[in-house]
């Protein structure tokens, strides 16, 4: 939006025509009924009391402000907290905001507008936030205990204050430092009808719960308190008990302890409670008059609670102790002197208190030392007060406005216009009020109102308020700003308005009447010592920490500096403070007397216009240059919009300056080139060559980003392109190397391929062949397995079967015999292993007669299966028999009935025979009588037919005794056994093979003779034991059998 576009008169005052008083006022008055309630006079702003809340604030708001630039959008106090945040930020230079105005015309509100915006666009992070919270939190601290409903503001700040905020170099908020100056201490024990007290004790009673009231002792009633007003308890639109919450919480937030809030408010509450302590008169038996208390319980109650002794106490409220250099005398106090001990006292604890938060918070929020700042510093003091009864206070009050009054007339109209003198501008001088003069009269070091005042405290002998008023007539009579009854009477004028103890100072905002009582009271802000010293004396830390002169090794005899002298120099080091920085100014105005909105009235608002002097504020304006800068930093600052300065000029500066903004083409109108400096008429000149600069810097950023950026995309390619080389050169290195593996393995696949094949090739020639054989083998193994298994699974079950299977192949056949043997072998092996020795001994005489006679005596298979039984005559049983054997050792081995052929005759005759281990015993049957006994080793031979029959020859040894007589023909019926047995003996005694001849045809000895024997067949076969013997011839014999 444009400057004059759709706005509601002139949003700048500037271009108001015509320029009077009037039209200004009109102006102000159309907007304000147009809800515009800021209008700029160049950069400042004249903000108008809405009393109501308008909706253009809150975070769009802010946004916007922030976006655009100060003449682009309607006037607003933000667009003014912008610039000066802006100029703080870029151009390094520190800020302050002046905000000045009467009391209610909106000041506080504006300085809270001015740190939200600030909060609100400056540096974010955790750190930064809580520095910010504990900044907005200050306020309604230090709102609550300096700020007050008066009639003239509900929420009346009674005391001054500075704060400087202070910021990085990147803009952000390191924290504050706050200057409070002189708080009205006089309210904390009386007020004006329809004012209240500071809002703490109400907002205390109100807001704390019954643990806490009953902690602090306090009754919720406001009533019950004699320093809180009667008739007004409550503000309209004022929830105390709320604020007394956010005020805690605000506290919390800044950084006070738990502790320290509860001690803040026990000191608070003590206040309070001492107002209550009620002073009579008492009798002294010296007649003077001597007060005391007449509630003790209330004393004891405060004793109690700061940990003091009430007759302590009591003693200080109603008693003064003198002290000189050789003796200390203790006077009593009249109840007049009592009550105004008590309420200096009242007073003094608060007012130390309420330094002792400032103090507190600055604690919190201070920054430290070594870190580089700039600062932004709001001033938001006590405004311009008229009363009706105006006192010390408010003379102080508008002594301070009186200063920034100057502050703002040095600035903005009389330096401004100097330069122009001094840079040679044509200048036509712009008249305007300068109030150096009433600053002077009151602050003036020898003869200034305050400094009478202080020589008036100072003077021994008898000091009273009227003699410094009439010090003051005789100084002042012919000061043009200064007027009394005396003076009038001088000049013969006569003000009926004008009392007897009063004097009057023609402020720059009007006449004021004050009333020279108190005035040196207030001045010396003294406390009897007694007090200070029992306040040092209680346990309550804090209440102790408010008195340190209380201390008595502390106290001195020298008199600490009175209030006037105190604030004068507060003053000025604020003044220097604002000197030194770039100011923005608010100006406020009060559009009505009743806090209504919607009311302007005109009058009212004259008058702020005129002694605010923004009239001549306009016109210095109008004629003048919006903005001056010298040669070089101008130069610096915008040289870069000319081809000709940029980048370098080696030029002079002035020529410089005059290259860029003749390359401009500007109007000559809007410039003037002074000796050092530029002047620039309108901002709108100034925003243009910002508007350049800051297209020509976005150029030159899109150089260097372009630059930039190219070196970096060339760079990065660069990087991407060797390692792009690096990655391929490693990639085809991989590439070969794995080829190469599979080409290797692969070759050695072939190779083996071939091989192979070769080497099948090769053996395939053998390969069938060798297949046969394989073949033949596997079948030979076949057959063999199955002729193994058949055989296994048909084993004869014994020795004596002689089924034996049959070989399949005739390959198998001498396998099978071999099989066969050494099965039966291994059978009878098996069998052998189980036979008892007796069993042997029977078997190897079977086996010697099967050696002798199988397959020659046709007997022999007859014997085979009956056993040797040795005995058949019953020799074990027969004693008689038994003596046949004689004295021969041994069994017997043989005994059985024989026969014995008669070799002569052939006749047959029974024998019983014996067979020893030595000798053949033969006996006769009938009687048991030896016929002979024939040596084993007389038995030459044996022979016996080959067939069934029992007939035998024993051939004797012709040698022998009994050979002599001839061989024995014997038939025995068990002849193999016992032949047998004759071969065993003859073996065991002589060891000599007794040769058994079988044969049919054999020679038998007869004494001399021998006898052939011929044995012959009967048809019977033989073996039934008989047997016929036929004598043929003598040497001849026929046997049949
Ligand atoms: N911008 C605003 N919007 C809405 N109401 C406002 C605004 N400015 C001031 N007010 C109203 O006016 C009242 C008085 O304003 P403020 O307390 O700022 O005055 P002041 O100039 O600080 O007075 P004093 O010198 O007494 O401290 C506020 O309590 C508020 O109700
Ligand atoms: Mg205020």
């Known amino acids: ?139 309604p601290v230090l709102e609550a205990f300096g700020n007050a409903k008066t009639i003239r503001n509900n929420n009346s700040s009674r005391f001054g204050k500075y704060m400087d905020i202070e910021f990085d170099f990147k803009g952000s908020p390191l924290g504050g430092v706050i200057t409070n100056y002189l708080l009205e201490k006089s309210r904390v024990v009386k007020q004006l009808e329809g004012e209240r007290n500071f809002h703490i004790f109400y907002q205390l009673l109100a807001g704390a719960d019954a643990q806490l009231l009953k902690a602090l002792k306090l009754e919720k009633d406001t009533i019950s308190y004699a320093y809180l007003s009667r008739k ?63 509630n003790a319980r209330g004393i004891e109650e405060i004793g109690e609670m700061v940990g003091l002794n009430s007759e302590e106490l009591e003693r200080a409220l109603c008693s003064r102790t003198m002290e000189t250099a050789k003796e200390k005398v203790v006077t009593a106090l009249s109840v007049i002197q009592a009550q105004y001990a008590r309420d200096a006292l009242a ?7 309420f330094n002792w938060i400032v103090n507190r918070i600055n604690e919190s929020i201070k920054v430290g030392t070594g870190e580089k700042k700039k600062v932004m510093g709001v001033l938001d003091i006590y405004g311009f007060e008229i009363l009706e009864d105006n006192s010390f ?45 009433i600053c002077n009269l009151i602050e003036h070091n020898q003869q200034g109102i305050l400094a009478m005042l202080d020589e008036e405290c100072l003077r021994p002998g008898v000091v009273s308020d009227s003699t410094f008023l ?47 009582n108190g005035f040196i009271d207030k001045n010396n802000d003294l406390l009897f010592r007694d007090l200070s010293q029992a306040m040092w004396n209680a346990q309550h830390p804090l209440l102790r920490s408010l008195f340190p002169e209380g201390d008595p090794k502390q106290a001195s005899l020298k008199r600490p500096p009175t209030a006037g002298a105190q604030f004068k120099s507060s003053v000025a080091i604020l003044m220097k403070n604002l000197y030194s920085k770039n100011p923005n100014y608010i100006r406020c105005i009060k559009p009505n007397e009743h806090q209504q909105r919607g009311q302007f009235s005109s009058e009212l608002v004259a008058v702020q216009v005129r002694y605010l002097g923004l009239l001549e504020n306009v ?37 410089g300056v005059e290259k860029v903004l003749g390359e401009l083409s500007m109007s000559s109108e809007e410039l003037a080139f002074g000796k050092t400096k530029i002047f620039i008429r309108s901002p709108k000149t100034l925003f243009y060559l910002e508007e350049q600069r800051r297209l020509r810097l976005q150029q030159l950023a899109t150089l260097i980003q372009k630059t930039y950026r190219g070196w970096r995309c060339r760079t990065y390619y660069q990087l991407m392109r060797k390692s792009q080389i690096l990655i391929s050169a490693w990639f085809r290195g991989n590439m070969q190397k794995k080829r190469y593996g599979k080409i290797k393995a692969s070759t050695l696949l072939i190779q083996a391929f071939v091989r192979g094949w070769k080497v099948r090739k090769n053996y395939r020639k053998y390969f069938r062949s060798g297949a046969s054989l394989t073949l033949a083998n596997f079948i030979y193994k076949n057959i063999a397995r199955k002729f193994l298994l058949g055989l296994k699974n048909n084993l004869p079950a014994s020795v004596l079967d002689k089924n034996w299977p049959m070989a399949p192949y005739r390959c198998f056949t001498r396998a099978n015999q071999e099989l066969q043997q050494l099965f039966y072998r291994w059978k009878c092996k098996k069998f052998r292993d189980q036979l008892s020795p007796k069993q042997v001994e029977i078997l190897r005489e079977k086996l010697c007669a099967s050696e002798l006679f199988k397959g020659k005596k046709a007997s022999y298979p007859q014997s085979v299966p009956i056993p040797f039984h040795g005995d058949y005559i019953g020799l074990q049983g027969n004693p008689k028999m038994q003596k046949l054997k ?22 047959i005759s029974s024998r019983i025979l014996l067979l020893t281990k030595g000798h053949v015993i033969l006996a006769d049957a009938k009687n048991s009588q030896v016929k002979t006994v024939i040596g084993l080793d007389s038995v030459a031979g044996v022979s016996v037919t080959s067939f069934k029959d029992g007939l035998f020859t024993l051939h004797l040894s012709e040698i022998s005794s009994v050979g002599s007589k001839g061989d024995f023909l014997l038939v025995s019926e068990h002849v193999i056994e016992l032949l047998t047995r004759i071969y065993q003996a003859v073996l065991n ?42 004598k043929k011839g003598s040497h001849h014999l026929e046997v049949a059998v």
């Open 1 to 139: 939006m444009t400057l004059l576009e759709g706005s509601v008169g002139v949003e700048d005052l500037v271009l108001l025509e015509p320029l009077e008083q009037e039209s200004l006022l009109k102006n102000l008055q159309l907007r304000y009924e147009n809800r515009e309630i800021y209008t700029y006079i160049g950069n400042v702003l004249v903000s108008v009391n809405p009393y109501q809340q308008l909706p253009i604030y809150g975070p769009d708001f802010i946004a916007k402000y922030w976006d655009y630039t100060f003449y682009e959008l309607k006037p607003h106090i933000y667009a003014l907290a912008n610039v000066a945040y802006q100029s703080l930020k870029d151009r390094d230079r520190d800020q302050c905001i002046l905000i000045t105005g009467e009391s209610g015309a909106g000041k506080t509100e504006a300085s809270k507008l001015v740190m939200s915006y600030v909060a609100a666009v400056c540096g974010k992070g955790e750190q930064v936030n809580s520095v910010k919270e504990q900044l907005l939190q200050s306020n």
């Open 232 to 294: 007004v308890s409550s503000v309209d639109g004022m929830d105390d008990a709320s604020n007394f919450k956010a005020v805690q919480s605000a506290m919390a937030v800044i950084g006070f302890s738990e502790d320290e809030i509860r001690q803040v408010l026990e000191v608070t509450a003590l206040v309070l409670k001492l107002g209550n302590v009620e002073l009579v008169d008492e009798f002294q038996a010296n007649g003077i008059s001597a007060s005391g208390i007449r």
């Open 347 to 353: 007073k003094n604890i608060y007012s130390r208190l």
């Open 393 to 437: 206070e408010q003379f102080v009050i508008n002594y301070c406005n009186e200063k920034l009054q100057q502050v703002f007339i040095e600035m903005t109209l009389r330096e401004e216009q100097e330069e122009y003198k001094r840079e040679g501008i044509p200048w036509t001088q712009v008249d305007y009020f300068d109030n150096g003069i």
């Open 470 to 516: 009439a010090k003051l007539n005789q100084l002042f009579s012919k000061h043009g700003y200064y007027e009394s009854k005396v003076t009038q009477n001088a000049q013969h004028q006569y003000d009926h308005t004008m009392g007897l103890s009063c004097f009057r100072i023609c402020h720059y905002a009007g006449k004021v009447t004050y009333s020279v």
């Open 619 to 655: 016109r210095v304006r109008r004629a003048g240059y919006a903005y001056r800068q010298l040669y070089g930093p101008f130069l610096e600052r915008y040289r870069l919009l000319s081809r000709s300065t940029w980048p370098r000029w080696n030029g002079g500066e002035r020529e």
């Open 886 to 907: 004689g004295k021969e050792e041994g069994p017997v081995l043989v005994a059985e009935t024989v026969k014995k052929v008669n070799r002569g005759n052939g006749k």
């Open 989 to 1030: 005694a002589t060891q000599r093979q007794l040769p058994i001849t079988v044969t049919d045809e054999f020679s038998v000895r007869f004494k001399e003779n021998d006898v052939a024997v011929k044995v012959i067949q009967s048809p019977g076969g033989g073996g039934n034991g008989k047997l016929s013997c036929k």
